[in-house]
């Protein structure tokens, strides 16, 4: 079975800080891992994915996460929060390169000015 | 949203009535789904499908049925049995390498 922890329910950092949104996980198999970000009352909007090859993964937005094999985890990271950036932010994974997400609770960043 | 449209907005069931969701994508997607979203519980799966005229269950099928008749619909149904249908409501579809994309979502509340 498959799941994702996301450790944090909200992330304070002020404008400008760097941001970081923690995501670990546990697979059966090799993990596809996915980075969602949803806005009040809007569906979700992708991020960034990483499959395969290099561990550091660029995204929309400005945003990056870094896939750490050891220490199965895939932290959602941004050098410098802007106001605009504060919503929910959820973890995926799955281990087919299709579909049957497993989605984390949700963190929800707040970006104050 | 990315060429999915869900209808309505809001919706408002009575006790003891089915009430469908509306999910159409105009992306040309095969594989389409449903999730329901509660607060801090994130995205369970209610309901995949992979082609026209096939789906299959997710983690939380019980009170909800859906049909995939044609490529670009996929209607969820919210039935009685559904004991505790007051959420938010989400359908994706599937593109390329993976990545789904959301509708703006159905919250669906009891009277």
């Known amino acids: 079975a498959q799941s994702v922890a996301q450790p944090e329910d909200q992330v304070n950092v002020a404008e400008g800080n760097p941001l970081t949104v923690k995501c670990t996980y546990s697979v059966s198999g090799n993990p596809y891992l996915f980075w969602y970000v949803q806005y009040p009352n809007r569906g979700l909007q992708f991020l960034l994915k990483?499959?395969?090859?290099?561990?550091l993964v660029k995204g929309s937005y400005g945003f990056e996460a870094e896939f750490n094999k050891s220490q199965t985890s895939f932290h959602l990271k941004k050098p410098s929060a802007l106001v605009s950036d504060s919503a929910l932010y959820f973890c995926a994974v799955a281990t087919d390169s299709w579909g049957k997400l497993q989605f984390g609770a949700g963190t929800q960043v707040v970006v104050t000015p | 949203d990315g060429g999915i449209t869900q209808s309505p907005k809001y919706l408002f069931r009575k006790e003891g009535q089915n009430v469908t969701l509306s999910c159409e994508q105009n992306l040309n997607h095969d594989a389409m789904y449903w999730y329901r979203q509660d607060p801090g519980q994130g995205l369970r799966l209610i309901y995949y499908?992979?082609?026209?005229?096939?789906?299959q269950k997710g983690d939380i099928a019980e009170g909800y049925s859906v049909s995939r008749e044609k490529k670009e619909s996929f209607p969820l149904t919210v039935t009685s049995a559904q004991k505790n249908p007051t959420a938010f409501y989400l359908c994706a579809s599937e593109g390329t390498r993976g990545i789904q994309y959301f509708g703006a979502g159905t919250r669906l509340s009891v009277l």
């Open positions: 499908s992979q082609i026209v005229n096939d789906f």
């Open positions: 990483y499959i395969t090859g290099d561990n």
